[in-house]
């Protein structure tokens, strides 16, 4: 009866495959240092080849499905794929994405005598060698420009997603009574017609009608090139994602050694707490070979880097400024004004000139921190400000938050101002003095101490020359030069120059004053409320002591009795 029996079925019978270890990618494996595996010898017969041989079963990870080999060795090793998922073991892709990239064409038998007789001629050729070197058609191929084009495609890092459980049917269909003990995942599924649902081992191992692959060549026809820039001149690459700082972040020398090998290397710097760096070429011609060759490409300690072509500051600084020159969009209108106010709701602006805000509250808390709002817009009044914040809810100093002391000013007519050609004369109304000078914190600066008078109300503050030159800055900003005298050092507090410079201080309070003079002569107050009108009166330098971080009022003693009594009054 053994005669009746073809050779093919005998060779079948006789060389069953008996293993120690399965061939698998990191994927499959996990992330588990510490796996367990169970081994069945001749458990099941292979999906290609429908020969036993010895599975593994084993758990990837905590909340992972159990995973089985699905192909013998000797079927793995043809296609040089994992014995589970079939993705190729040197780039993590399916066949089918290798097979096109590499124009490999897939001529091997796949059923009856043909299939048992290439597979005993593939199990002879691993016996007289090591068991790790390519065969078949992979072997062969020796293009360059395909295998660089394969690590584009290919992850940097293991997809443990892939050994996720799969869905519980039971919990689709609402009857699921395990709850947390389901070892299936409770989720809905996806689209029954996706084409992703309906996958198939022997399409997969041979490489035909994958939907995965045609995925990731479609995602491979439409990734973005590196062009090089217009400007000739340009020789700087700029090289991302080497990490956070730290023993694990890509070393200055590690860039240079992959980089030199495209040509001279003028210079490299590395910003470490950015994680990226700038490396500039002698040549264009090394530039533009770097670009070609690292882009997607440059792999340096299982990181792959990112590789773009370097911009110019003044390029960026244009860009910039077109980006800022968008139009905002208004802000939302604030409560009507009371009856009678109405008509005069157009002439809110003169000049440009925005509402000063109110001064600082007698018998408010010491160290007050004001925040930093844009004065309120009149109703049915757009706003104009160009600072970002449309609406109140995008203030990030909203509600006391404690933001930026100073105020983004709309100048206006005030850019015009010539502190030179202000005459002495002062409203009687308004006054400002620098009282005096003091040199604080072991001599490494010094204190002026301000005095505003504006009616019956009086302020004393004490403030840096910085804070001055902070403030002149940011209320003129389209100067290039400021109306106060150049900062000199630190050390230089001796106290001829220190009273040189409280006389320049008290020049600039007073010619702010002198400007709200003339602001005043030009509006119409008395067609305003008596309230209203008393707030368009103060000035700007009142602005300026207002938005401070500490509020020294000259009579603290009186400011601590009101407060108390306010206290007790609430209460």
């Not at 009856?112 to 191929?141: H, S």
């Not at 309120?376 to 930026?404: H, M």
Request: charged fraction near 25%; aromatic fraction near 10%.
């Amino acid at each position: 009866m053994s005669l009746s029996k073809s050779s093919y079925t005998q060779y079948n019978r006789k060389n069953w495959e008996d293993s120690d270890f399965p061939i698998l990618c990191e994927t499959c494996l996990g992330n588990n240092p510490y796996l367990r595996m169970m081994k069945d010898k001749h458990g099941r017969e292979c999906k290609i080849c429908e020969r036993p041989f010895t599975t593994f079963r084993w758990q990837p990870g905590k909340g992972a499905r159990y995973k089985n080999t699905e192909l013998c060795q000797t079927c793995a090793k043809v296609k040089n794929v994992c014995q589970t998922c079939m993705f190729d073991l040197e780039y993590g892709l399916p066949v089918q994405v290798r097979d096109h990239e590499l124009q490999i064409a897939d001529n091997i038998p796949k059923q009856g005598a043909n299939r048992d007789f290439f597979l005993q001629n593939v199990e002879r050729t691993l016996a007289q060698g090591d068991g790790t070197q390519p065969i078949a058609a992979i072997a062969e191929n020796v293009d360059q420009a395909a295998h660089d084009r394969l690590k584009r495609l290919a992850r940097s890092a293991p997809y443990y997603k892939r050994n996720a459980p799969h869905i519980c049917s039971f919990f689709v269909k609402g009857e699921c009574k395990r709850g947390e003990e389901c070892p299936y995942r409770h989720e809905k599924p996806t689209d029954p017609d996706d084409p992703l649902s309906r996958q198939n081992i022997k399409d997969r191992y041979y490489g035909t009608n994958d939907p995965v692959a045609e995925k990731i060549i479609n995602r491979a026809a439409a990734q973005p090139t590196l062009d090089p820039p217009a400007d000739n001149t340009i020789t700087t690459l700029y090289v991302g994602n080497l990490g956070l700082a730290g023993p694990s972040q890509v070393t200055q020398k590690e860039l240079n050694d992959y980089f030199y090998q495209f040509g001279d290397v003028r210079s490299l710097r590395v910003l470490e707490q950015k994680g990226c760096a700038f490396i500039e070429y002698t040549t264009r011609e090394a530039a533009e070979r770097a670009a070609e060759r690292s882009f997607n490409k440059a792999f340096i300690n299982g990181r792959r880097l990112t590789i773009r072509w370097g911009q110019p500051q003044a390029q960026k600084s244009a860009e910039n400024a077109e980006r800022a020159m968008i139009n905002p969009v208004p802000s939302v209108p604030t409560l009507p004004l009371p009856d009678g106010m109405a008509s005069t709701s157009r002439g809110r602006d003169i000049g440009g000139v925005p509402l000063p805000p109110m001064p600082p509250i007698f018998g408010g808390p010491r160290k007050l921190v004001v925040p930093n709002v844009r004065p309120p817009t009149l109703a049915g009044e757009p706003g104009s400000s160009k600072s970002g914040v449309y609406y109140p809810s995008q203030d990030p100093t909203r509600l006391g938050a404690k933001g930026d002391i100073w105020t983004v000013l709309n100048c206006g007519a005030m850019a015009m101002l010539n502190i030179e050609a202000i005459s002495p004369q002062m409203d009687a109304n308004f006054n400002a003095k620098v009282l005096n000078y003091k040199i604080v914190d072991d001599g490494k600066y010094a204190l002026y101490r301000i005095q505003i008078t504006v009616d019956t109300y009086t302020w004393t503050v004490e403030r840096r020359y910085s804070d001055f030159d902070a403030f002149d800055s940011v209320r003129f900003s389209d100067r290039k030069k400021s109306f106060l005298p150049p900062k000199k050092r630190l050390g230089n507090l001796d106290n001829e120059f220190l009273e040189e410079r409280r006389l320049e201080l008290e020049k600039y309070a007073r010619a702010l004053l002198e400007l709200e003079v003339w602001y005043q002569k030009q509006r119409k107050t008395q067609l305003l409320a008596p309230h209203f009108s008393q707030i368009l009166r103060f000035p700007p330098i009142c602005q300026f002591i207002s938005f401070q971080v500490f509020i020294k009022i000259e009579k603290r003693e009186n400011c601590e009795n009101n407060n108390e009594e306010a206290v007790a009054k609430d209460s």
